[in-house]
């Protein structure tokens, strides 16, 4: 075997979000490059990458989630149980950075949706973190300040606290003809309104931690980041909520070149009438 040294990184090949009506997507990034795994036939193997690998591990682990869920929360609905499956996946995910470290730069929502699947974590949260019942928040156009309420549901029997650190917001580079980078906003944030650094979730209760997001409305830019909640206790593991909107009009860009206009030097191809409609 052999270290693959694209581990812990989005791969290359990797769809970007959103999508054309400014929903949150992806929602989550699982295991999908390099994978060594089953091919047809008996005992054939063949290192494959791409959705092929990545949509079979997301799905393996909400099968186990939706598992362990059925005997922890019997009451729920088949429906309800796969929701908060979901949501304890995307609460949990590791958030990917640049470095590979706490302290790094981390990719964007947009790239790897709410971070890398940690089914073991997923299983030992008691609190789940949602906005609007979501574990994710589309902001779709944001023109001016936010307001972002965080629900935290306690579905354990222990009183457990969790820091509310500084949040960083993300802006993205998106330079033509070069690869578009993560940085974080010196001009825009992301501040808690109604908590003190940290935020307390009884036992069987449900805590709220509003956010306002002031963004820089001087250009048009994706806005995105992570809403973090470290837990004070090892036995409850620190969750996060993904966001993503757009600064601007998203719709001032034209879907369509003007006729007789080329789409681009490269593309060689213009809109023209080919023939009129009558009523008559």
């Known amino acids: 075997s052999a270290p693959n040294p694209d581990s812990m990184h989005p791969s290359g090949f990797t769809s970007w979000g959103p999508t054309p009506e400014l929903d949150f997507k992806p929602h989550i990034a699982g295991i999908g490059g390099n994978v060594f795994s089953t091919q047809n036939g008996t005992g054939n193997y063949v290192n494959m990458s791409g959705t092929s690998m990545a ?38 995910a590791k958030i990917l950075t640049s470095n590979g470290k706490d302290d790094g730069v981390p990719y964007a929502p947009r790239q790897i949706g709410a971070g890398l699947a940690q089914v073991d974590k997923a299983m030992d949260t008691n609190v789940i973190a949602t906005v609007n019942d979501e574990s994710y928040v589309p902001l779709r156009e944001v023109n001016g300040e936010r307001t972002i309420t965080v629900n935290l549901h306690n579905y354990g029997s222990k009183d457990l606290t969790f820091n509310v650190p500084t949040e960083k917001v993300l802006n993205e580079s998106n330079e033509a003809n070069k690869d578009t ?13 109604n908590c003190n650094g940290n935020i307390l979730v009884k036992a069987n209760s449900v805590a709220t931690v509003e956010f306002k997001l002031k963004p820089d409305t001087s250009k048009d830019h994706y806005i995105e980041g992570y809403i973090r909640f470290e837990s004070k206790d090892s036995n ?12 601007g009009d998203w719709n001032k860009e034209p879907i369509l070149v003007d006729p007789n206009n080329e789409y681009s030097s490269d593309v ?13």
């Open 55 to 92: 949509a079979p591990n997301i799905s393996g682990l909400s099968a186990l989630m939706v598992q362990y869920y059925k005997n922890r929360f019997p009451a729920l609905s088949a429906k309800d149980r796969v929701k908060r499956a979901t949501q304890a996946l995307m609460n949990t």
């Open 236 to 247: 409850q593991p620190s969750l996060s909520v993904p966001y993503l909107g757009f600064v």
């Open 181 to 193: 980078v993560t940085n974080i906003s010196n001009n825009e944030n992301l501040t808690p309104q």
């Open 268 to 280: 060689k191809a213009s809109t023209t009438l080919v023939s009129a409609v009558s009523n008559t």
